[in-house]
């Protein structure tokens, strides 16, 4: 599976090259973008996407280098070319005051389309004074995500570096057929919310080759998620790839059919987790892979949470509805930064079913970590160090 989706990658890039040397071409500087980081682009760069959108042939929407300052946008869809590239050489700024997006949520938010490429270049959310007002306990805005693809298909984002967003730095929402590939993503470890890329409702999502170093988790993946694949991921400081949180809502969609595989962990505060609220719900988790992990000095490097009730308000004590089931972890090693190195808490209600753990070998201290298990069923296969809880 992990040979044909890395070909299916390779056949996309190979079609998007021939498709950038050969489109019609609009530079945001011709509509009156100025690359100063101080003059506000925003209008200028709807023009240019008003002139790709409404060509009835394939475009790219090409911004040079320099820094252009942008207020919340929206590129919306549906355009009459199901094919814009929007080549990104220079950088994307937010403005300073925290205020100026709005209660939106968003600050780049496309919606709506199909056929959009995001390729190269950087954003700057400039989340800075936003954490400290969320910190202060004064009165603060929702705070905007900085890229946002909603209800859009066959979407590419490639090369881009996102850093200091506000809150999450990529949301893939309700879309189809979505490569994110060669992404890094930085934002210092104790910035709130600032999740590298937020997966929810979507189906055939492929992430690659990205690093991610961020306050909240690296890859978080919500409910109605079908069909993602990750692999070469690097993530800390973070907490980890999340699967949810799940199940805050009685009725949810599921998620299944997730793999991750090649990613590395350092330093962050979880591994692999999935993390449900202990409440009624008939959401789900299953087919799940994690293979092929290094761990490095990770606090919690595989979890399963459904307890999960963050700064213990107003939890529930009926137990988790969501029911997980068919996990495999394989091949996972390294260190833990805490003695216990492998966690099921699973429900008293909808315990785990059918968990697999297979070569498995991660220490505490040069000594063996520990483990324990919760209403769970499972078997291992081969090495599995600390031993099995099952």
Same mark, same amino acid.
């Given at each position: 599976m992990a040979n044909s989706r890395k070909s299916l990658v390779?056949?996309?890039?190979f079609h998007l090259f021939i498709q950038i040397s050969s489109a019609g071409s609009y530079n945001v500087i011709t509509f009156g973008a100025k690359p100063d980081g101080k003059t506000d682009s925003t209008q200028s760069f709807l023009k240019a996407w008003k002139s790709a959108c409404s060509s009835l042939t394939r475009s790219t929407i090409n911004v040079?280098?320099?820094?252009?300052?942008l207020t919340a946008i929206?590129?919306?869809?549906?355009?009459?070319?199901?094919?814009?590239?929007?080549?990104l050489n220079g950088t994307l700024v937010a403005p300073l005051d925290y205020n100026a997006l709005g209660d939106s949520g968003y600050w780049i938010l496309f919606t709506k389309v199909n056929g959009v490429s995001f390729i190269g270049g950087n954003i700057d959310g400039k989340g800075t004074a936003y954490w400290a007002c969320k910190g202060s306990g004064k009165k603060c805005p929702p705070g905007a995500r900085s890229i946002t693809f909603n209800w859009a298909s066959n979407i590419i984002i490639s090369g881009l570096t996102s850093i200091n967003s506000r809150q999450t730095h990529i949301v893939i929402n309700s879309c189809n057929n979505v490569v994110v590939k060669n992404v890094k993503i930085m934002a210092p470890d104790q910035s709130p919310n600032t999740d590298g890329i937020h997966v929810q409702s979507s189906t055939g999502v492929t992430i690659s080759g990205t690093t991610i170093k961020t306050g909240d988790d690296c890859?978080?993946?919500g409910d109605g998620t079908k069909n993602l694949f990750m692999s070469d991921i690097k993530c800390g400081p973070g907490h980890g790839v999340s699967i949810g949180s799940l199940g805050k809502e009685v009725n949810e969609n599921g998620v299944e059919n997730v793999t991750l595989v090649n990613a590395v962990f350092t330093k962050s505060d979880n591994g692999v987790r999935i993390k449900t609220?202990?409440?009624?719900?008939?959401?789900?988790?299953?087919?799940? !892979? $994690?293979e092929n992990i290094i761990m490095n000095d990770v606090k919690h490097p595989i979890l399963i949470d459904q307890n999960y009730c963050p700064n213990n308000q107003r939890c529930s004590v009926q137990g988790s509805g969501v029911k997980i089931s068919d996990v495999t972890y394989k091949n996972i090693e390294g260190t833990s930064a805490t003695s216990e190195g492998i966690t099921f808490d699973c429900s008293s209600k909808s315990p785990c079913s059918n968990i697999r753990l297979q070569d498995i070998k991660l220490t505490y201290k040069n000594k063996a970590a520990t483990s324990s298990c919760k209403n769970i069923d499972g078997s291992t296969i081969g090495l !599995? $160090?600390?031993q099995s809880c099952f």
């Open positions: 390779f056949i996309v890039f040079p280098k320099g820094r252009f300052l929206t590129f919306r869809g549906p355009c009459k070319n199901n094919n814009i590239i929007f080549l890859i978080s993946i609220w202990p409440t009624p719900s008939n959401g789900f988790v299953k087919h799940v !892979v $994690f !599995v $160090f600390p």
